[in-house]
C-alpha cells in the first residue's frame, strides 16, 4: 500500500519534473495565435472592429473577447480564414458591417487648410505634408481606412473608390448556364 | 532519325489550315490612323518618348523600354504624334490602355537604316540593340527576347529550340513564313545561336506543313541546323510541350527552359530578328492570318498598330459574321469592336460565324468523366482544380499546381459536359493575384503602422528627456536662455516634426487650435470668394511652379476625358 | 463573357450515357434469348420510374427538367438495377429500388456528378437487405429441362403476386450459381460435386454465362469507343481471376475457379458498368488500379465469406467511400516535376 502510493507520488513528481523542465525549455514567445490572426487581418488599421488597430483586434479575438465578423475590410473571405483558423463557425457580418469596394482617400488641394490632423489620424503615416503645408495622400500607401475623412475641419478629404483598369481587372467567375433562376424570378415577383 | 519523345495528352481539333495556307501573303494598305498601345509584351509597359504633335518617321522609337523586362515601341510609319490616350487595346476586360495615336502622312518614310554586324559587339550591347528594337516573342506571349537571352552567371543554354509547330487550327502566318522566307529565318536563328552559344538548333515543325518544311531543310542545308518534322497534336506548339518533344527535357513547373538549358524561340521571332540585324527594322509590322467567315482567307503583312477593321476589310468578311477572334480558336480572344489596333501578339484574326463556332451547349455538371485529365498537356487533374476553383478554394488549386496550367483550352475542348474550365482556371488565377496582392498591401501597412507605432513612442521619450535636460540646465544657469519654440514649424523637414506639437505643452495645442480656428474661417471665406487664399501673396517662382502644375492638370483632365470618350463604344458594343 | 477556346467536340454527356445504354443491349439480348422476356418488363418499370423520379426531384430541387432528363443516366441507373435484382420481383420493388437510387443517392447528394455510391447499387443494396427473399427467386434457363413460369404468368405474378394453382414459387425459380454453391460448399459438397449440378454451364451459370458474355462484348465495344478507360475493367478482372486462381488452386475442393468467378454473377456487369461510373470511382490513373484491385478484393471475399451470394454491389459501394482518399494519394506528377523527386 505504502509502496504504491510513493510509486504513484514518486511518478507523479517525475512527470511534474518533465512538464515544468518543458515549460521552461520550450517556452513560446508571445503569444503565436495572435501573430497568426493578425496575418489574417487586412492591416487597415481603421478600428471599424472598435478596437484601436488591427493588433489589438487580433488579442482580442484571442482571448475570446471579439467576434470573428467585426473587421468589413477583409470581406467573407477573412471571417472564413478566421474561421478556419480558430476552428469556430463561419459568421456572417451584422447589420451595417457589410464591406465597401476599397477605395483610397483623397484630399481637395485647393481646400486643405494644412492643419495636420489628418496625417496624425492616418495609422500608417500615408499622408504627406506639414502645418500650413498642403497635404496629399500617397495612394499606394493609403489603406483606406477613412480615419482622416473625420478630423478633417474643412472637409476637404473625400474617399475616391479605385478605378478598375487593367493592371487589377480579374476574370469574372463563369456565368454556369444551368443555375436555377427561376428562385430570382420568384423573389422579383414577391417584391 | 532523331528519336522524339511525346507529352502527356494532346487533341486533334478540325485543322482548317488549308484555306488559308495555300495563298501567297500580301500586304495591308497604309492606314491613315495608327494607335500604338505601350503595353504589348509581358512585363513594363514601354515608356513615352515623343511629344504630342511630333512628326515621327517609320521606325522612329516613340516608347523605350522600361525595367529589366520591357520593350521599345516603335512609329510603323511616317506621321504625326496626334495623342498619348488611353484607347481599346486587344485584352479580354475590353478596358482601355495607354496608347501613342499616330496619324501618317502617307509618305511612309524610313529612319536612316544600317545593318548591324552582330558578330562585331558583345552580347550585352546587341541584347540591349533587341530591346530598343522592340524585339518580342510573335508566338503568342510575347515575351521580350533580349529577357530570354540575358543568363544567369553559370547558366548556360545548349539546345536552342525555333518553333515553327504552329499547332493551333486556322492559323498559317509561320506556316506562309517560313515558305516565302526560309532564308531571312535561318538568317535570324543564327543570330540567336550566337546569342545563345547552343550547340545544338532544332527546328520543330508539325508534319502537316510539308512544303514549309521542304523550304525549311533547304534553307538549313547549309547550316548546323536540324529541321525536325513532330507529328501534329495539339499544343506540341506550347513551348514547354515543344522542348519535351525534340529534347525529352521538362521545363521545371514554374520554371524557364533555361533552367534546363534550352532557348525557345519562334519562327516569327526569328524573322523579325533578321529584318533589325540586316535591315535595320525595328519591330513595326507582322504577319497575321485573316481567315474564318471571310470570301478571301489569307495571311496579310500588317503595320502594329493599323485598327483590325482595315485587316478584317483585306480578306473581306461575309454575311453572317458574329463577332472576331484575336488569336486562334483555342487560345485567342473574342473581339467584337474592330476599332482595336493591331499589336504584336496578334497572328490570327478568325470572323467566327455561327456555322463555323457554333455556341457551346448549356453546360452540364462535370461527372469526373476525366476526359480533361486525358487531354491535359501540363498533367494536371482539371476536373479537381474546376471543382475547387468553383467553389472559390483557391488554397487548394494552388496545391493542385493550378499555376502550371498553359491554358491551352484541350480540357474544355474535351469537356463532354461542355464545362467552361479555362475560364474558371482563369478566374481562379486572376483571384489569386489579386489575393497576393492585398497581402502584400496588407504586409506593407502592417510594417508602417509598427514603425509609426514606434515612432510616437520614440518621440514621447525624446521630448521628455529634453524636457528633463531643459530644466536641468535652467538649474545650472539662472540667466535662463529662452528656448526656442518647437512649434516653429520647419517647410523643409518631414512631416514628423509637426507630431511634437501634439505631445506639447498646453501653449503649443492652444495655438494650434487658434490657427485651425483661423484657418477654417479662412477656408469658409475661401468658399465664399472663389480665389483661393492660400495662393495670395506669391513670390513669381512659386507662381510659376502653380502655372506649370495646372497646366499639367489640364493636361490630365484631357486625357481623362478622352479616356471616358473612347471608352463609350467598347462599351456599348 | 465569351472566352477561349471557342471550338469543343461534339460529344456530350447524354450521347456517351446512351452508348452506354447501347453497350448493354448485347447482355440484354442474351437474358431474353436465355431467361424469356421478363427482363424487359423489369427494365421497362424501372426506366419509367426512374424518369418520373428524376423528373419529380428536379422540380423539388428546383432545376431545368430538359437536359437532366435527356442526359440518360437514370436510365443507366434504371437498367442496371433492373439487370441485377430478380427478373421475377413483384412490380413494387422495382419501383422502390429505383426510387430509392434516383431520389436519395442521386439527387439528395445533388444530383448527376455529386452523387458518391452507385444510385443503381444503392437501389440493389436496399432491396436485398429489405427483401432478402424476393431476390433469391431467379428465372431458371430455358434447356435445364425444369418447370419454366409461362409469360403470362410471369406478368401475372410480377404484377399481381399470383401464381398458377398448385405452384409454389420455389418450384418454378431458382439461386443464383453463387448461391447454390455458396449454400452447398456449406452442405460438405466439393466446388466439382456441385458444378454437376444442371444450372451450371461450362464457365458459370447456364444462360447467366452467356449473359455475362454479352456484357464483356459491350464493354469492349465501350472500350473501343473510348467511353471507359481500360485500366479499371482490366484490373479489376485480372485481380479477381488472380486471387479466385491462388485459392482455387490452394484448394480446388472449396474455392470456385475464376473463371467461374468471372462468368458468375454481376462480375463482367460490374467490371465494364457499375465499377467504370465514372462519378463514384477515382480520377487518376493510378487511383483506378487501386479501386479496381480493392473492389475485386471486396467480390471474392463477400461472395466467398460473406453473408450474401453476390459482392459485386457491396464492393462497389465500399469502394464508392474510398474515392476521395484514393484520389488524395495517387495525385500524378504534373508537368515539370517528373525526375526530380519532388
New interface residues.
Partial sequence: MITALLVMIGISLALGAVLGFSAIKFKVEGNPLVEKIDAVLPQTQCGQCGYPGCKPYAEAIAKGEADINKCPPGGEEGIRKLADLLGVDYKPFGEGAAPKAKAVAFIDEQTCIGCTLCLQACPVDAIAGAAKQMHTIIASECTGCELCVEPCPVDCISMKLIPEDISNWKWPYPVYALTPVRNEARKVEAS | MRTLFRFHGGIHPDEHKLESSESPARRAPLAKKLVLPLHQHIGNGAKVAVQVGDRVLKGQMLAGAQGMISAAIHAPTSGTVTAVAPHPVPHPSRLGGLCIHLESDGEDRWIALAPLDFHAMPKSELLGKLRDAGIVGLGGATFPTHVKYGLAPGQRIDTLVINGAECEPWITTDDRLMREHAEGIVRGIEVLRHLSGAAEVLVGIEDNKPQAIAAMRAACAAAPIEVVVVPTLYPSGGEKQLIRILTGKEVPSGGRPTNIGVACNNVATAYAIHRFVDHGEPMISRQVTVTGNVRVPQNIEVLIGTPLAEVVACAEALPGTSGYILGGPMMGLHVDDLHLPMVKSANCIIAKSGQLFPPPPPAMPCIRCTRCAQACPADLQPQDLYWFAKSNNFGKTQEFHLFDCIECGACAYVCPSHIPLVQYFRFAKSEIWQREREAQSAEVARERHEFRQFRIEREKQEKAERLAQKEKAALAAKPAVPAPLPVAADPNADPDNTLQMRVDADIARANMQMRIDAAVARAKEQAAIVQPKNTDDLTPHQQAEITEIETRRAKLREIASHAGADDEPSKSN | ?????????P???S??MLRVLLALIPGIAAYVWYFGPAILVSIALASVTALATEALMLKLR???LK?FLS?N?ALITAWLLALSIPPLAPWWMVVVGTAFGIAVAKHLYG????NIFNPAMIGYAVLIISFPGHMTHWLTPHAIGLLELPFADQLNYIFHGILPAGLTLDAVTTATPLDTLKTQLHLGLSVNDIREMPIYGFLGGKGGEMVALGFAVGGIYMLAARII?WYLPLVYLAALFSIAGFFHLYDPAHYASPMFHWFSGAAMLGAFFIFTD??G?P??RQGKVIYAAGAALLTWLIRTFGGFPDGVAFAALLMNICVPLI?AYT??????????GK
Avoid at chain 3, 463573357?1 to 467536340?9: A, D, Q, R, V
Avoid at chain 3, 444530383?111 to 455529386?114: A, C, H, K, V, W
Fill in positions: 463573357m465569351l472566352s477561349s477556346p471557342f471550338i469543343t467536340t460529344g456530350s454527356v450521347q456517351i428546383n432545376r431545368p437536359p442526359d443516366s444530383g448527376l456528378g455529386n478507360t465514372p462519378v470511382s480520377t487518376t484520389d495525385q500524378p506528377k504534373v508537368f515539370g516535376m517528373k525526375g526530380d
